[in-house]
């Protein structure tokens, strides 16, 4: 599975959009993206994913560029509780969720 | 998303004994469960992967015979750390994946375990 790039860390004012970048140049075809994130001395919890198109749901957008060699997570309105490391994880169907060191993201009020 | 149990979520034990930590897909058959271990300031590490019915999988430099997974039923895993010490404290969290979602995987809260 494709390795993936993100920033240590990251800061955000609360009611802002996060963007959260993440840098996986290496993916193949068949290689979706998936996000997840983990609040301090939990389990993470899955946001969202995609193969190509850009993607929308309850919680965050995820747009993926044209080549899939990088994509974005947005929270579009960022708040204390979304406080947490932010894992991009590319992985083919039926693939081992690896996690790499994340993004951690600070909200800041 | 579906709900994953573990239980307990925190143990304190002295070394050299047994620790059993079980992980239940409470709204889900889960026909795939995962280890994962998380020591403090790092990411989490998969330790092995299990099928319903049959002998898990362990990643390189998990010792298969001092961490025993079983997966039994569709809704129930368990994970066994014998003989254990205190470098074995960590933070295990298992997870499920259920038949048809080939990717979504759903995680339990934790398990804390410190090893005297």
């Known amino acids: 599975d494709a390795k993936t790039t993100q920033p240590p860390s990251m800061d955000c004012a609360e009611g802002r959009a996060a963007n959260l970048p993440c840098n996986h140049s290496t993916i193949s075809g068949n290689e979706y993206v998936y996000w997840y994130r983990q609040i301090h001395s939990q389990g993470p919890q899955y946001i969202i994913h995609g193969l190509k198109n850009n993607e929308t749901n309850e919680m965050a957008s995820l747009i993926i560029t044209e080549d899939r060699k990088s994509s974005t997570l947005i929270l579009p309105h960022a708040t204390l509780r979304d406080t947490a490391v932010y894992y991009c994880?590319?992985?083919?169907?039926?693939?081992?969720?690896?996690f790499g060191q994340g993004t951690e993201l600070s909200v800041k009020p | 998303g579906a709900v994953v149990s573990q239980h307990p979520s925190r143990v304190i034990c002295k070394s050299g004994t047994s620790v059993k930590i079980e992980c239940r897909s409470l709204d889900f058959q889960a026909t795939t469960m995962f280890w994962y271990r998380q020591f403090p300031k790092q990411s989490l590490m998969l330790m092995a992967t299990s099928n319903e019915g049959s002998k898990a999988t362990y990643e390189q430099g998990v010792e298969k015979d001092k961490f025993l997974i079983n997966h039994a039923s569709l809704t129930l895993s368990t994970l066994t750390v014998t003989s254990a010490h205190p470098e074995d404290s960590s933070f295990y969290i298992c997870?499920?994946?259920?038949?048809?979602?080939?990717?979504?995987?759903?995680f339990g809260p934790g398990t804390r375990l410190t090893v005297l």
């Open positions: 994880i590319v992985l083919r169907q039926g693939g081992k969720l690896i």
């Open positions: 997870s499920g994946r259920g038949r048809g979602n080939y990717n979504e995987q759903f």
